[in-house]
């Protein structure tokens, strides 16, 4: 039983791991597509209407990845998780449909969108079609992130002899947990899609491609990107005081907090024993704030709950890795942005913009990170307080094999996608693209 809970966790933890990246890739890009169109409709500037062109193109790439996962993921949640399955969904079952209607109402104005380049007389008619695409990705990450919010804080049911009563499937989805989660996982989304295309812009200026297409691509996106990591820090504020409240010992576990106390410190990096922090760095009466806005609050500790209900301490450094890397990407694009109104050359030089574009990969390491913080920081509950993980897990042997299969799947679609990608660019060049449009001028004819 105890091999079939390991390996249920970790086939679901490899199989979400590698979705959640094109699953960012489809809340965020849409939302870029969006506004590089309308900047060119607006400025009736061809470089950033070719700049929405070429993402909606890779777009359609990610989008076949990212459905082959996510339907893996459904696939897995039912084998692998029978009994979890059978109790929530008979709760939670309606916005796991309506991710799937979400999920075909983007795709098919995304088919419109694509096969109606330079049909229209009027572009901006054009454009006004990626609204309900835009619609669709964030209605699927809603509700997709809805289930999430359930397991975390279930509620709009009763159990009486271990069976479900007076469900309730609307109270089901407006949790106490959906608020925080939903704005946090949209922000960061739109964050990492941001630092992503920076980092592309900023690597191909290293490479010596310094068409001012590349140059507004960099502009832009690091603009949003301050904007959108501003909102992930706010939201992520909302999120710790949530966890304080409602998950306590989580948010104790993530910030190594094994005592009660007013007044308590936030401690950053170190070793624990589980009893004693080692050599990390602490902020007085920090954490005390963070949980409920006041330096003399008292915040619960891991001393609270028995051992067997403590989330992995490993959460911690989960935390570090996060916040880390979004208080990185703040600088960095606050930094440029700040730089190019100064007129300050050095947010041009080659170390800065090797900053840029390892905020790209950097940014989704952060997402990855919050993912697992999330989920592992739930345990020992699948679904909170009412069943915990060994109990929704399949009884199946032999998923160690299913394990390395899907291991092998997920390396071919990576391996595959960047392939794709790369030459679908490199065939199809900026300047190329410029010229046989537009005669290489700037504008819309």
Same mark, same amino acid.
């Given at each position: ?97 309506m991710e799937t209607f979400a999920f075909f109402f983007e795709a098919i104005f ?188 008292e915040v619960t500790g891991l001393n609270e709950f028995p051992k067997d209900e ?7 450094? %989960?935390?570090? /890795? =996060?916040?880390?890397?979004?208080? &990185?990407?703040?600088? *960095?694009?606050? $930094?440029? !942005? ?15 913009r090797w900053l840029i574009v390892l905020g790209g990969p950097l940014a989704v ?35 160690? %094999?299913?394990? /390395? =299969?899907?291991?092998?799947?997920? &390396?071919?679609?990576? *391996?595959?996608? $960047?392939? !794709? ?25």
């Amino acid at each position: 039983m105890e091999t079939s809970v390991f390996w249920s966790r970790a086939l679901t933890e490899l199989t979400l791991s590698f979705h959640i990246i094109f699953a960012t890739l489809g809340v965020g890009v849409p939302l870029f597509i969006l506004i590089a169109q309308y900047v060119g409709y607006r400025k009736n500037d061809s470089h950033y209407t070719l700049l929405a062109r070429r993402w909606a193109r890779g777009y359609t790439i990610t989008v076949a990845v990212g459905v082959v996962t996510g339907t893996i993921i459904g696939l897995q949640l039912s084998l692998l998780w029978p009994q979890f399955m059978e109790l929530a969904g008979q709760v939670i079952a309606l916005p796991l449909f309506m991710e799937t209607f979400a999920f075909f109402f983007e795709a098919i104005f995304l088919g419109i969108y694509l096969y109606t380049w330079d049909r229209f007389k009027n572009p901006k008619h054009h454009m006004l079609l990626l609204i309900p695409v835009m619609i669709g990705a964030t209605a699927s990450a809603l509700f997709i992130t809805i289930v999430n919010s359930f397991m975390n804080s279930p509620q709009g049911f009763n159990m009486e002899n271990g069976q479900l009563i007076d469900i309730h499937p609307i109270i089901a989805i407006f949790t106490p947990a959906m608020p925080t989660k939903v704005t946090h996982v949209l922000a960061t989304g739109y964050m990492t899609v941001a630092f992503i295309f920076a980092a592309i812009a900023a690597y191909k200026m290293l490479r010596g491609e310094n068409h001012v297409y590349h140059k507004k691509a960099l502009y832009l996106t690091m603009k949003l990107g301050l904007i959108f990591s501003l909102a992930s820090a706010f939201l992520g504020d909302f999120s710790a005081k949530y966890l304080a409240e409602y998950q306590p010992e989580k948010l104790a576990a993530a910030e190594w907090h094994f005592e009660t106390e007013e007044g308590a410190e936030l401690i950053l990096l170190g070793l624990t024993d589980g009893e004693k922090v080692e050599y990390a760095i602490r902020i007085p009466k920090m954490l005390s704030y963070l949980a409920h806005g006041s330096f003399d609050a008292e915040v619960t500790g891991l001393n609270e709950f028995p051992k067997d209900e403590w989330p992995s301490l490993i959460n911690h450094y %989960y935390f570090n /890795i =996060m916040v880390f890397i979004g208080m &990185l990407l703040i600088f *960095v694009s606050l $930094a440029y !942005v700040f730089g190019k109104w100064r007129k300050w050359r050095w947010v041009e030089s080659k170390p800065f913009r090797w900053l840029i574009v390892l905020g790209g990969p950097l940014a989704v390491i952060a997402i990855e990170a919050g993912w697992w913080l999330a989920e592992q920081g739930r345990q020992p509950w699948i679904l909170y307080h009412i069943m915990r993980t060994e109990e929704g897990a399949t009884t199946a042997t032999g998923l160690e %094999y299913i394990f /390395i =299969m899907f291991a092998v799947v997920y &390396l071919i679609l990576g *391996v595959g996608c $960047a392939v !794709v990608l790369h030459r679908m660019f490199r065939n199809n060049p900026v300047e190329k693209e410029l010229s046989s449009r537009h005669g290489g001028g700037g504008t819309w004819h």
